[in-house]
């Protein structure tokens, strides 16, 4: 194991170096050393890493997912460029090469190699931009490898931390403009999720098959010789606080460096991508999820998920259509039995009302038995279910919830039953 190998699966783990060497009982100190090739990572290290992330030691890594930054795009206000440059990048500012060219409606940029610090001297109003593309993003990285301090994740915590900020009077304030989140599927022997599938249920029932609030932004796919040069699916609103697109990125991949789609999975391995592009309180609250120790892979995950949906029709032995989820899109992310959105479990939606009910209500229903008899209250209750009519939103979780019930996957309808004997 190289330390290139080591900082990426640090950096797949979505750990911070420190606990990083946690979890697999190494000191930080040594890690930064290992990273640094300041020491040797021997075998016997190689082993107790794999087997502390349970691995066995002759198993070549199988990471399924590759979650990371892919744009980041960030303004301070009341500040200069040597803070930005120093105390912010901590790269001298020797090795940035100015021009007096616009660009994203600011004058002036300062790059060093991709890596670009925007300002326009006569606007102080518009503050200073730090602007890093994908590559710019990658340069950082390993700028900060090379460096041994930090990984990206610890470095973007840092600098927008408010008390960090006004500690070194880096700046008063900051704004997100941009913040590209990307959930990278990597190559798997059992295959891989097609696109393809959830286009399909797209066109062929739009607001049934996939649960979203996002508007459709369009699917582009592109032919040469017969031959698709990848499908592009994006969700979301131009200008907006949220754009999600997903793409075939070993075929993007392919096209652009003009090589074969094997060869485009063998050097990068990446099959699929899922890219959130997020703007202002969005980018803001996946740094601030960060900064209190959420792993990057589960505030990806999570955010994608709560946004997105994915049903597949299931018909019983009558004929009767209900819903479910489609297991191969979350088999992506994870069983559809574990999927998280904002930290709740979505197969306990259903189990919650009825908790909350229980507590907020069954004081006021004795009271009704009490004053009006209980054939009275359950023949009032039973027209007010009558008298309602639910929208394609609550019949959907309806459906879900009686396949669910038919699999005994209802903790609270099992809990109940058993607890009261009915």
Not at 109 to 135: A, F, V, W
Not at 378 to 404: C, G, H, M, Y
Request: aromatic residues 12%; proline residues 1%; negative net charge.
């Amino acid at each position: 194991m190289t330390a290139k190998d080591l900082a990426n699966l640090i950096e797949r783990t979505g750990l911070s170096q420190r606990e990083f060497g946690l979890k697999v009982n190494l000191s930080h100190v040594t890690i930064q050393n290992y990273l640094k090739n300041k020491r040797k990572i021997t075998e016997e290290i190689e082993k107790q890493i794999k087997v502390a992330l349970g691995q066995s030691a002759d198993e070549k890594l199988n990471i399924e997912l590759h979650v990371h930054f892919d744009w980041i795009r960030l303004t301070f206000f009341d500040s200069t460029i040597e803070k930005v440059m120093k105390g912010i990048l901590g790269i001298d500012p020797k090795y940035f090469h100015y021009e007096e060219k616009g660009l994203l409606g600011y004058d002036e940029n300062y790059s060093c190699g991709n890596i670009k610090i925007l300002k326009s001297p006569d606007r102080p109003e518009q503050g200073i931009m730090l602007e890093l593309t994908g590559k710019g993003v990658a340069e950082m990285e390993e700028f900060l490898l090379e460096q041994g301090e930090f990984s990206l994740v610890d470095w973007i915590v840092l600098v927008t931390d408010p008390d960090y900020a006004k500690d070194k009077e880096l700046y008063t304030r900051i704004n997100y403009p941009r913040l590209d989140l990307t959930i990278d599927e990597l190559f798997k022997r059992h295959g891989n999720y097609d696109l393809h599938d959830f286009e399909q249920r797209m066109k062929k029932d739009f607001e049934r098959l996939i649960e979203t609030d996002l508007k459709k932004l369009g699917n582009h796919e592109n032919y040469e010789r017969g031959v698709s040069l990848g499908l592009t699916i994006e969700l979301g609103s131009r200008g907006g606080n949220f754009v999600l697109r997903m793409y075939e990125k070993a075929k993007e991949i392919a096209r652009k460096e003009n090589i074969t789609f094997e060869e485009a999975l063998e050097e990068y391995g990446i099959v699929n991508r899922y890219e959130m592009e997020l703007k202002n309180h969005y980018a803001k609250d996946v740094i601030d999820e960060l900064a209190v120790g959420k792993a990057i892979n589960d505030i990806a995950i999570n955010l994608l998920l709560s946004k997105v949906a994915v049903y597949e029709e299931v018909k019983d032995d009558e004929g009767h259509i209900s819903y479910q989820f489609h297991q191969p899109f979350y088999d992506v992310f994870g069983s559809s039995d574990n999927v998280k959105v904002n930290n709740k479990s979505r197969k306990s939606d259903f189990e919650s009302s009825m908790k909350h009910f229980q507590m907020q209500y069954s004081a006021f229903i004795k009271s009704m038995f009490e004053v009006y008899g209980e054939e009275w209250t359950f023949e009032w209750l039973k027209k007010i279910a009558d008298e309602t009519v639910l929208n394609r939103k609550r019949q959907k979780i309806v459906d879900l919830e009686k396949v669910k019930l038919k699999k005994h996957e209802n903790g609270a309808f099992e809990w109940y039953s058993k607890h009261y004997n009915i």
